[in-house]
């Protein structure tokens, strides 16, 4: 059976870490989802300053196509404020927070998201991770759709950092990292607590 890389491949996608030159492409990246249905982004946020953080601290990742072209990013995220929200479950030894991914639009409705988080994971676990979380817009469908093949469960809402999130989190284990498996494990929108 093939693994997901060499599935990626064949497709001619290339994930890795993010270097230096490749910060540019990343931010017109992301700021190219300004305002598609459910982003919350602005010229703001994200920006150069975190590009240089996360990619100095070997955080920011992407994915390019056969021509060199960044598809999609995504990023481990050190967010004191998500990692302290009282709902997380306190059985995860290392939780680590994935953040700001994106997906070129002519890219988008293919399984990237899916496919960059599962390859992100994959190096959070060779980082001693055993879990991970995600704050997403409650008025994010492509999101929302999309880990639904990951086994996330909802752990809690909360508002931050001007908006409305809903907070997923699952260990890092065969149903997130297995591109064969199309759990039902997802929970939907919420009835949790509110932070």
């Given amino acids: 059976m093939k693994g997901l890389l060499d599935i990626m491949k064949s497709q001619g996608l290339r994930f890795g870490l993010a ?16 305002g598609a249905e459910g982003c919350t982004w602005s010229e703001e946020y994200p ?4 590009l240089n953080r996360d990619i100095e601290n070997k955080n920011q990742f992407c994915m390019k196509n056969d021509t060199d072209n960044i598809i999609a990013a995504i990023v481990i995220d050190e967010d004191e404020e998500v990692r302290k929200l009282p709902f ?17 639009q002519d890219y ?15 190096i959070m ?19 929302l759709a999309s880990y639904q093949k990951l086994n996330l469960h909802l752990a809690g809402e909360t ?3 001007g908006g409305n999130w809903l907070c997923y989190e ?11 498996e199309l759990s039902r494990g997802f929970n939907g929108l919420p009835e949790k607590k509110k932070i």
Avoid: C
Wanted: proline share 2%.
């Fill in 125 to 143: 676990r060779e980082r001693g991770y055993d879990a991970i979380h995600f704050l997403v817009s409650r008025s994010n469908p492509a999101a």
């Fill in 170 to 180: 699952g260990l890092i284990g065969d149903k997130i990292l297995n591109e064969q």
């Fill in 159 to 161: 508002d931050l950092f």
């Fill in 19 to 34: 270097a230096d030159e490749d910060k540019t492409e990343i931010l017109k990246l992301y700021w190219g989802m300004i």
């Fill in 47 to 50: 920006n150069m300053e975190l």
């Fill in 108 to 122: 988008q409705n293919q399984g990237i998201a899916v496919k960059l988080i599962r390859e992100t994971a994959k």
């Fill in 88 to 104: 997380w479950n306190p059985d995860y030894k290392k939780a680590g927070e994935l953040a700001r991914l994106a997906v070129r």
